[in-house]
């Protein structure tokens, strides 16, 4: 291939990329969106779960696909599956919770301090080193969990917890993730991940289990389509192009669900979400480049 071919290859990469980071931004607000509004009818465990049931659904075919060729040798490594599930449900839960209860915006805002737990939890769980510059811009990141936040000057409610919680078990989801690639297929951790988590979300329900109200189902089949159609939109993202690349189009959903926000619930975020999560943004950008660079 000639070189003006090679440019043309990238550039086409890039584009696709880009345009499924853009997707994968709608699809995450949106599914705030909903989560909002089903939180008057559901709580958090019964989002989580309905939400799990109808992701199963959508994976079904990849299930019985992999079932046969990959499940003996998935079932090996079972233990991380089932590690990977517990923290995918926890996270979820908190997102939601958060989502529930304080302004959508802020929460993304919040969560995209995620690259930057990556680096402590790398560091901690996976013997990884990070660089001097990278432990600055964690250090300059969570500065804008501050100026978000405004401790001292605001009260630091319970969400905003749940938001920055969720950020660090997803970013422990990540490690397992980052494990079980090194010998599953992206496809077969998706669909093992998600059967796991339905039956761990499962469990608290049969204490207390009743069925959603009629009008909310909608709603959730909607969740479910939108937050799978996200995540692999997501995976697309960055499995097609270099995630320098198309990671600042994730900052997208800061006005995506700002407008969401404004729309369905009337809300909109402070000047400060928009400053802080600009220097959050920002800290986690450079980390992303930087672990690229050392790749």
Same mark, same amino acid.
């Given at each position: 291939?000639?070189?003006?071919?090679?440019?043309?290859?990238?550039?086409?990469?890039?584009?696709?990329?880009?345009?499924?980071?853009?997707?994968?931004?709608?699809?995450?607000?949106?599914?705030?969106?909903?989560?909002?509004?089903? $939180?008057?009818?559901?709580? !958090?465990?019964?989002?989580?779960?309905?939400?799990? *049931? &109808? %992701?199963? =659904?959508? @994976? /079904?075919?990849?299930?019985?696909?992999?079932?046969?060729?990959?499940?003996?040798?998935?079932?090996?490594?079972?233990?991380?599956?089932?590690?990977?599930?517990?923290?995918?449900?926890?996270?979820?839960?908190?997102?939601?919770?958060?989502?529930?209860?304080?302004?959508?915006?802020?929460?993304?805002?919040?969560?995209?301090?995620?690259?930057?737990?990556?680096?402590?939890?790398?560091?901690?769980?996976?013997?990884?080193?990070?660089?001097?510059?990278?432990?600055?811009?964690?250090?300059?990141?969570?500065?804008?969990?501050?100026?978000?936040?405004?401790?001292?000057?605001?009260?630091?409610?319970?969400?905003?917890?749940?938001?920055?919680?969720?950020?660090?078990?997803?970013?422990?989801?990540?490690?397992?993730?980052?494990?079980?690639?090194?010998?599953? $297929?992206?496809?077969?951790? !998706?669909?093992?991940?998600?059967?796991?988590?339905? *039956? &761990? %979300?499962? =469990?608290? @329900? /049969?204490?207390?289990?009743?069925?959603?109200?009629?009008?909310?189902?909608?709603?959730?089949?909607?969740?479910?389509?939108?937050?799978?159609?996200?995540?692999?939109?997501?995976?697309?993202?960055?499995?097609?192009?270099?995630?320098?690349?198309?990671?600042?189009?994730?900052?997208?959903?800061?006005?995506?669900?700002?407008?969401?926000?404004?729309?369905?619930?009337?809300?909109?975020?402070?000047?400060?979400?928009?400053?802080?999560?600009?220097?959050?943004?920002?800290?986690?950008?450079?980390?992303?480049?930087?672990?690229?660079?050392?790749?």
């Amino acid at each position: 291939m000639t070189v003006g071919g090679e440019l043309a290859s990238d550039k086409n990469a890039a584009i696709r990329g880009i345009a499924w980071m853009i997707v994968a931004a709608i699809g995450y607000s949106l599914n705030a969106g909903i989560v909002k509004q089903l $939180s008057s009818d559901l709580n !958090t465990m019964e989002m989580v779960f309905w939400r799990s *049931v &109808i %992701a199963t =659904i959508i @994976l /079904l075919p990849f299930l019985c696909k992999h079932i046969g060729s990959t499940g003996k040798k998935s079932l090996k490594h079972w233990h991380l599956f089932l590690f990977r599930g517990v923290f995918t449900y926890l996270a979820m839960g908190a997102t939601y919770y958060a989502l529930a209860n304080m302004p959508i915006a802020d929460v993304y805002a919040l969560q995209f301090t995620l690259p930057l737990f990556m680096i402590i939890v790398a560091v901690l769980f996976l013997g990884e080193k990070a660089s001097f510059g990278s432990w600055v811009a964690c250090l300059v990141g969570f500065g804008g969990t501050l100026i978000i936040l405004r401790p001292g000057f605001e009260e630091i409610s319970i969400a905003a917890i749940a938001a920055l919680a969720s950020a660090v078990l997803y970013s422990t989801t990540n490690v397992f993730i980052k494990i079980l690639s090194r010998t599953e $297929s992206t496809t077969t951790i !998706t669909v093992f991940g998600n059967l796991v988590m339905l *039956v &761990i %979300a499962l =469990i608290p @329900l /049969l204490f207390d289990w009743r069925w959603p109200p009629v009008e909310t189902v909608g709603w959730i089949i909607a969740l479910g389509v939108f937050t799978t159609g996200g995540q692999w939109a997501l995976a697309r993202s960055i499995a097609t192009a270099d995630a320098r690349i198309v990671w600042p189009f994730d900052f997208l959903r800061l006005p995506f669900t700002a407008a969401i926000g404004f729309v369905m619930f009337a809300q909109l975020p402070g000047i400060w979400t928009w400053v802080g999560s600009v220097v959050i943004f920002g800290a986690a950008y450079y980390v992303i480049r930087m672990e690229a660079a050392a790749k």
